[in-house]
């Protein structure tokens, strides 16, 4: 499978623990994004990379997420001190930009349910 | 900033056209572009269209873009059940992230 993987599928976790997810992208993609999504809403941009370089992080997200790209490959996002409106559907995307035209490609997300 | 907005909810009959709006305000758009995201499962692109472009056709797919009016739209003709989903529109400009709209739910009566 060459696809986009995410991992875990699900996570269950209560209120103040850490948790990590990973994303593996297609392996000729240069450019990896973070998303998170809640019911009835479209994805949430998180952060994304171009190769190892974070180039960009959302306003919204605050300082308990980070996320790391440490050979341009893999990705991994960590949540620290959980609350429960961290609970939603992380989703990871990869891409090769060409010319302007960038087509994501998704996995299938991390469901996060923080209790 | 960017925005995307889209109607919320579309119900159509099986074999009827369905139409899905999206208004953006990114006049710097270079590409936009139209997902489809099923019940569990990750965003699937479906299409996409160059902002110099006013209308691309694939298959049952039709995309119509009104760059002067921020304006875009996704017409599928013959709707069938399977296409019966959640449809996202998404744009992007110059070296930016791809931003996407709230979504649009389709719902096709048998």
């Known amino acids: 499978d060459t696809g986009v993987s995410q991992d875990p599928r699900h996570k269950i976790t209560k209120r103040g623990q850490n948790v990590t997810f990973r994303c593996d992208p297609i392996?000729?993609?240069?450019?990896l994004y973070w998303y998170r999504q809640t019911l009835g809403q479209g994805p949430e941009f998180l952060t994304y990379?171009?190769?190892?370089?974070?180039?960009?992080k959302s306003r919204l997200l605050s300082d308990r997420f980070s996320a790391e790209r440490p050979k341009g490959s893999f990705s991994t996002l960590e949540i620290q001190r959980t609350e429960q409106g961290d609970s939603a559907m992380y989703l990871c995307?990869?891409?090769?930009?060409?010319?302007?035209?960038?087509?994501?490609?998704f996995g299938s997300g991390t469901q996060l349910s923080v209790l | 900033g960017e925005d995307v907005e889209q109607s919320l909810f579309l119900s159509v009959r099986e074999g009827d056209s369905s139409v899905i709006n999206c208004t953006y305000t990114?006049?710097?758009?270079?590409?936009l572009y139209w997902y489809k995201q099923e019940p569990g499962a990750g965003l699937q692109l479906l299409t996409y269209?160059?902002?110099?472009?006013d209308m691309k056709q694939d298959q049952r797919l039709t995309v119509l873009l009104n760059k002067k009016d921020k304006h875009l739209s996704l017409r599928i003709a013959d709707t069938q059940t399977g296409d019966s989903a959640i449809y996202f529109c998404?744009?992007?400009?110059?070296?930016?992230?791809?931003?996407f709209g709230t979504g649009t739910k389709l719902q096709v009566i048998p």
């Open positions: 995307a990869s891409s090769f930009r060409d010319r302007g035209n960038e087509k994501l490609f």
């Open positions: 990114d006049s710097s758009s270079t590409y």
């Open positions: 392996s000729e993609h240069n450019r």
């Open positions: 998404a744009e992007n400009g110059g070296y930016q992230k791809v931003t």
């Open positions: 990379f171009q190769n190892e370089a974070q180039l960009e």
């Open positions: 269209i160059f902002s110099n472009m």
